[in-house]
């Protein structure tokens, strides 16, 4: 069974730019997160998609947003992108809410 | 709100010694209890699990961790490390949402 699949493992934006990150879930699963993980912060939870509805969210402002498609494939968004979003972004799908999540490589964002 | 600490940032060990890696939780009632691994440049892998049953829980690379609800912890062990061990642990809790809240991490660095 394949893994979780993040694409693209690494990108550099400017300033102000957008970006779109593509994550492909293990096959049956449901279930899509996104965290965002820095040496500051640590990893936090930005949202979590489920049948294609925004089931829950963390704590970001609205430049952050994401959507989920009907074979489960998750994509999320960043509008204007500042310095501080630079980040590893870490997508985990499971096959319902509570149970354990598996991760996928991770996509590198450096903001210039 | 939930939380999760992880009391040490840093453990060096040498080879062929135990570690113990230690996590103290607050949460509700019911607790799904998780331990990852994360190599550098790559994402989170799931180490252990404890969702119900027996309060100790084994990986298939030796280690172990034990659920212990009056201390509210979940501590990683392994009798012996490897060089390969070297290695970010972070401990999490899944929330009231279904999303993981993580630790700080602790950064284990094993000494030939």
């Known amino acids: 069974k394949a893994g979780v699949t993040q694409t693209p493992r690494y990108l550099i934006k400017t300033r102000g730019q957008q970006v779109t990150l593509s994550c492909s879930p293990i096959s049956g699963h449901r279930s899509v997160s996104w965290y965002q993980q820095t040496p500051g912060q640590g990893l936090q939870f930005l949202f979590e998609y489920f049948s294609e509805t925004q089931r829950n969210k963390g704590n970001f402002p609205g430049r952050f947003s994401g959507r989920q498609f009907s074979n489960s494939r998750s994509e999320m968004n960043v509008s204007t992108l500042e310095l501080g979003d630079s980040a590893l972004y870490l997508c985990a799908s499971s096959s319902q809410g509570r149970s354990e999540a598996f991760f996928g490589q991770g996509t590198r964002l450096t903001v210039v | 709100a939930q939380s999760v600490t992880q009391l040490d940032s840093q453990v060096p060990v040498f080879e062929e010694a135990p570690v113990e890696l230690r996590c103290n939780y607050s949460?509700?009632?019911?607790?799904?209890l998780f331990w990852y691994v994360q190599y550098p440049n790559q994402g989170l892998q799931l180490l252990l699990k404890?969702?119900?049953?027996?309060?100790l829980v084994e990986s298939i690379n030796g280690f172990e961790a034990e659920f212990n609800k009056s201390q509210t912890s979940f501590h990683l062990r392994k009798p012996s490390v490897h060089i390969s061990d070297t290695a970010e642990y972070f401990c999490?809790?899944?929330?009231?949402?279904?999303?993981?809240?993580f630790g700080k991490g602790t950064k284990l660095s094993v000494k030939p």
């Open positions: 404890y969702l119900s049953g027996s309060t």
């Open positions: 999490a809790v899944s929330g009231d949402q279904g999303n993981l809240i």
């Open positions: 949460s509700s009632v019911s607790v799904y």
